[in-house]
């Protein structure tokens, strides 16, 4: 069992950067593959982040590679999405996930492919 907690959520103009966290508890985050979502008003929730158990890898939506970047502390048991370039576009509630991985080093982008899920943080970006 995990539980995760997000914050850093905020109001920024567009152009500005955020950095979202999630601090998880327990004592085996390091076998945790977590990524990050987001659901704008009226849409589903998609996928925009993820990294492996180790943070060797790394994957992006498209929509955003080039302008995010995820990182992990698993020291700190904390994920990380720094947020540059934002657009108004990015505005939606974020949510982090995790899941347990036994072995190997996968990029999970789906959904169902995630077990623990945060409450989420809203992210706003004026024009």
């Known amino acids: 069992q995990v539980q995760l907690v997000e914050s850093g959520g905020g109001l920024v103009q567009a152009g500005g950067s955020l950095r979202l966290s999630c601090a998880a508890s327990?004592?085996?985050?390091?076998?945790?593959?977590m990524g990050w979502f987001r659901q704008a008003p009226g849409k589903e929730r998609e996928f925009v982040a993820t990294?492996?158990?180790?943070?060797?890898?790394?994957y992006y939506a498209d929509s955003v590679k080039g302008r995010f970047t995820i990182s992990r502390d698993n020291a700190k048991n904390t994920v990380y999405l720094q947020m540059n370039s934002l657009k108004p576009e990015d505005t939606a509630v974020y949510y982090c996930?995790?899941?347990?991985?036994?072995?190997?080093?996968?990029?999970?982008?789906?959904?169902?492919?995630?077990?623990?899920w945060g409450q989420g943080t809203q992210v706003t970006v004026s024009s």
């Open positions: 990294i492996t158990w180790s943070g060797g890898s790394t």
């Open positions: 996930a995790a899941r347990y991985v036994n072995s190997g080093s996968y990029h999970y982008t789906k959904r169902y492919e995630y077990s623990y």
């Open positions: 327990g004592r085996t985050f390091s076998r945790y593959a």
